[in-house]
């Protein structure tokens, strides 16, 4: 099967151009002006913009967390996410506390395999470091693909790892080519302020955004890169929501150590004031919670300054029953919040349209930073020859509203009901197939492939 995507605008992190693009089965193998292929398939792309296919490096399908599961499946969340122009998501492995890896491995590959629309690869989230983890470090970087360790500061008691766990990962990390990664905020503080504030009777959602003061994550990421300059690991904070722990970054940085980091959608464009209204506000409970509006602006500053390289999801949905079970007590609300298919579109409208990221910015951080951090480029996260044609062709001019009604995720609720969005991803092509059109999604569950990553260099 051949398909050529003619004249369109063809918008790379290094590129801009109208041109054709010509793939033969999965590959991206002509881009020019004027190509005279003969293709089973045309489309004409005239008066569009042409995306590499977005890649979310943080999402939670069909996990275990807080006494339920997230309500996307490997076959809902990635369907939903290549109709929001993401081809790709990368999501986290937990390992169970006295068990191994693999183990752990073996249970989340059952879960995606025969079952992803679209393409997904694994952070393995090491929850108990051991001299048995230790040794299944090189396994996972070497025959698994999987290149990247996650680690949660926080969730005492469940996910959490202490900072000599976390040295000794980051020490056998580096030497096997790998990354750590981690949620970095001070689980014993939170604890503690959780612990406050129910024996005081405050409850409500607004109580876990108190929980989590700005402090403990700009804490925890400071430790966090500073344990990696010491180590020498490349490392990466997900979910990066605030100044004070961009000031760890930019310090890092400052340093020269190889410390990434992401934000999240969630946090450039929603504010901590959705927390002053009663049990509503369970919608975005979530971990780290939404800031100040300071913060907001410090992230979009951050991302143009090269200190944030990548703007994820952490797309972790729950239907409004499961947020109930915390409506008594806000420590018991799920945490998480869905946004995997709004991630592109969002990040168009309110980033390139409202002037605060460049095109080519938008590229880096909806894809290609995460193909090079993870191990994935030139592979994926470009429109280049030889790279899978995973495409976006998306009309930066259509206007819609975003909605339960009308998204495709497992979920019967909206973080972002009534939104109105400009700009709207038409077609996606994955490995060469048409997987999204007009609104109609035209591969199967199981076309989503495991993409096995390569060795990180800690460098974009
Ligand atoms: O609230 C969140 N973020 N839920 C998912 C788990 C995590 O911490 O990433
Ligand atoms: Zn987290
Ligand atoms: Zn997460």
């Known amino acids: 099967m051949s398909v050529l995507i003619k004249n369109g605008r063809v918008i790379t992190a290094a590129d801009d151009s ?3 693009i010509y793939i033969e089965g999965e590959t991206i193998v002509a881009i020019g002006k004027n190509l005279s292929y003969k293709a089973d398939k045309v489309i004409d792309a005239t008066g569009k913009m042409v995306f590499p296919g977005g890649i979310d490096p943080h999402v939670h399908l069909s996990m275990p967390f807080m006494g339920t599961f997230s309500s996307d499946t490997y076959e809902t969340g990635t369907r939903a996410a290549l109709y929001g122009g993401t081809t790709t998501v990368i999501d986290f492995v937990l390992q169970t506390q006295g068990d191994s890896l693999k183990n752990a491995l073996t249970d989340w590959q059952s879960r995606a395999t025969g079952t992803a629309v679209g393409d997904y ?7 108990d470091y051991n001299e048995n983890v230790k040794a299944e470090i090189k396994q996972m970087v070497e025959e698994e693909g999987i290149t990247s360790f996650k ?9 959490m790892v202490d900072d000599r766990q976390m040295f000794g990962l980051m020490s056998e990390v580096k030497k096997q080519g790998g990354m750590v990664t981690a949620h970095a905020t001070n689980g014993d503080m939170i604890d503690l302020l959780v612990a406050k504030h129910r024996s005081e009777g405050k409850l409500s959602p607004l109580y876990h955004y108190l929980s989590q003061p700005e402090v403990t994550e700009a804490e925890a990421s400071n430790r966090f890169a500073q344990m990696a300059g010491y180590t020498g690991c490349p490392a990466y904070i997900v979910h990066l929501t605030c100044e004070g722990a ?5 310090e890092a940085g400052a340093r020269n150590y190889q410390v990434f980091a992401e934000t999240c959608i969630q946090y450039l464009i929603l504010d901590a004031s959705l927390y002053e209204q009663n049990f509503e506000g369970a919608k975005w409970v979530m971990s780290p919670p939404l800031r100040k509006k300071k913060d907001q602006a410090a992230l979009w500053a951050g991302i143009n300054q090269g200190l944030l390289q990548i703007v994820a999801t952490d797309h972790c949905p729950f239907m409004w029953e499961q947020k109930l079970m915390g409506k008594d007590d806000f420590s018991k609300i799920p945490n998480g919040h869905p946004a995997i298919e709004n991630r592109f579109e969002l990040l168009f409208s309110e980033g390139v349209n409202k002037g605060k990221i460049s095109l080519s910015k938008f590229v880096e951080v909806s894809a290609t930073n995460a193909a090079k951090a993870f191990g994935m480029y030139p592979r994926k996260g470009t429109i280049a020859v030889g ?5 976006v062709i998306f009309d930066p001019n259509e206007q819609h509203t975003l909605s339960a009604a009308t998204h495709h995720m497992n979920v019967d609720y909206s973080g972002y009901e009534g939104w109105q969005v400009t700009g709207k991803v038409k077609t996606v092509l994955l490995r060469g197939k048409v997987a999204i059109d007009d609104n109609n999604c035209l591969v199967d569950k199981g076309y ?3 993409i096995k990553r390569n060795k990180v260099t800690g460098k974009l």
């Not at 790279?387 to 495409?391: Q, T």
């Open 151 to 159: 680690t949660f500061m926080a969730y005492k008691g469940a996910l």
């Open 18 to 20: 109208i041109a054709d």
């Open 121 to 127: 690869s694994f952070h393995m989230a090491v929850t």
């Open 387 to 391: 790279s899978d044609a995973d495409v």
């Open 246 to 250: 961009l000031n760890a970054v930019r």
């Open 448 to 450: 989503g492939q495991f």
